[in-house]
């Protein structure tokens, strides 16, 4: 068993783990189930913790891809983390940290909405869980709500956690060389991107239709889920152009705009998006999070004008290449269409760490593709095409791009990879200041075990269950594992 993992998941990475499973087991009676500790007012109980050892060997298994296996160690260190979330949630209290409600709402919108995407509908979300969504929400509100507040604990307190470079030193010097990772080549690339304008006839058309399909809702009874699943394009049409209940910064910028100066079951005027051309209904709001319909009229694929966008990042490129007084990020910055990397001079960031420079093998396989064909530093590459955004709402892009730099396969080292090793050596030093913070606080708190911790574990067994024991330690005699 990983334990620095342990450590990590559950003290330092806090994710937000209760799964719609919390409100299933909220709503019945646990007529059989045991206490197994007691944290001030709190009580924790044998299911909770399964429930919470089935999630991390559920998450851990996905990461490995491969079985990992239930231990007893695996069981205690959970329900010991268990016991510092309490801990650090009545600390939290006592700090006045707090979490607004729509921050909570937001949270629960989000995994509520992605479980409808997942069962397609939020009728069939209510017949799964037996609960109407009202209740599911009103079922995960103070869970999350205290998931919340732990997570912003833990944030104040790595945040106060800095690092000198000494420290780094000291850190990697520790690590047996054998044991120094492999680190696989890494680029650093910028793009400018062009969208092919959609040819005027064709752009006309589309306004029209969305035009004579407003006024059918409007004037001839018509409703706007059904012409949404007569007319509609894109994927939301095959239910009746609704899009759940998302925040306003989810959408593009028009959408956004035209949404929210609308009044619950007010439909928009035509709204023209970088996707088509719309026509916005809004049911509701709360707060920056909306939920529409919309009717979605698309500019065909072969009205586009390709050529006009090849041709601007051709004039781009060569502009770049022929005059030392202009630059790539300068015409990123002025003419990209790309509205996450042109603010930044065209610097495409490793999605998962924000970083710049990304493993090769990182890269989507059209960027690698090109980036494969770039020899030097500072070549730039001729306009390709790709598609730009999310899947669902994703458009036909040129973009032209440059290396910015590269770094070779290489071992571990200071000089090449300072940045990664800091980071590495920080989260190892918050960890520790968490682990003695939370021994601390133990100290000042009420913790009562109502089963046996034992010392040391044997990770043998494949038992769920911890045997039952009356023994009991209480107050500061109370130990983290």
Do not use: C
């Not at 390709?384 to 571990?412: C, P, W, Y």
């Not at 911890?466 to 009991?472: D, F, L, R, T, V």
């Amino acid at each position: 068993m990983n334990k620095v993992y342990l450590l990590l998941f559950f003290v330092v990475s806090l994710t937000l783990t209760p799964f719609l499973t919390h409100a299933q087991n909220k709503s019945s009676e646990k007529k059989l189930d045991q206490i197994v500790a007691v944290v001030n007012d709190h009580i924790v109980l044998k299911s909770d913790v399964d429930q919470e050892v089935q999630q991390y060997l559920m998450q851990l298994q996905q990461q490995q891809n491969q079985r990992v296996s239930f231990s007893d160690d695996i069981w205690y260190t959970v329900l010991e983390n268990i016991i510092d979330r309490y801990v650090m949630l009545d600390q939290a209290k006592r700090d006045s940290i707090v979490v607004s409600d729509e921050m909570v709402d937001q949270q629960i919108n989000q995994r509520i909405n992605s479980f409808i995407d997942q069962v397609g509908s939020e009728q069939a979300l209510e017949e799964q869980m037996g609960q109407s969504i009202v209740q599911i929400r009103a079922d995960l509100r103070d869970n999350y709500r205290e998931q919340m507040v732990v997570q912003q604990f833990q944030q104040q307190k790595r945040n106060k956690v800095s690092i000198t470079r000494p420290e780094v030193e000291e850190y990697f010097n520790k690590i047996p060389q054998d044991s120094l990772p492999q680190i696989p080549e890494q680029v650093a690339v910028s793009q400018i991107v062009a969208v092919p304008p959609p040819l005027q006839d064709a752009r006309t058309q589309a306004r029209e239709l969305a035009k004579q399909l407003r006024d059918s809702v409007l004037n001839h009874d018509k409703t706007i889920e059904e012409m949404a699943r007569k007319y509609s394009d894109g994927p939301s049409a095959s239910s009746d152009g609704k899009l759940p209940m998302m925040s306003l910064d989810d959408f593009v910028a028009e959408y956004s705009a035209a949404a929210s100066a609308l009044e619950p079951g007010e439909i928009s005027q035509v709204v023209e998006t970088s996707f088509g051309f719309h026509v916005i209904r809004l049911n509701k709001r709360q707060g920056d999070q909306i939920d529409t319909n919309h009717i979605l009229i698309e500019v065909g694929g072969e009205s586009y004008d390709d050529q006009a966008a090849i041709d601007k990042l051709e004039q781009i490129r060569d502009s770049v290449l022929t005059n030392d007084d202009i630059t790539f990020a300068e015409m990123a910055r002025k003419h990209s269409e790309d509205p996450n990397t042109a603010p930044q001079g065209g610097r495409v960031l490793n999605p998962q760490t924000g970083e710049r420079l990304i493993a090769l093998e990182q890269l989507d396989p059209a960027l690698y593709r090109i980036v494969l064909l770039l020899a030097e530093v500072g070549d730039i590459s001729e306009p390709k095409s790709f598609t730009m955004g999310e899947e669902n709402e994703s458009q036909r892009a040129f973009r032209i791009v440059r290396l910015d730099r590269r770094i070779e396969e290489h071992r571990a080292n200071l000089k090449q990879d300072y940045n990664r090793i800091k980071q590495a050596a920080l989260q190892e030093k918050q960890v520790e200041h968490m682990s003695k913070l939370l021994s601390k606080l133990r100290n000042k708190m009420y913790v009562e075990y109502k089963i046996s911790v034992p010392n040391n574990v044997s990770t043998d067994t494949e038992q769920m269950l911890p045997n039952e024991s009356n023994a009991n330690n209480t107050g500061t005699e109370a130990e983290v594992n």
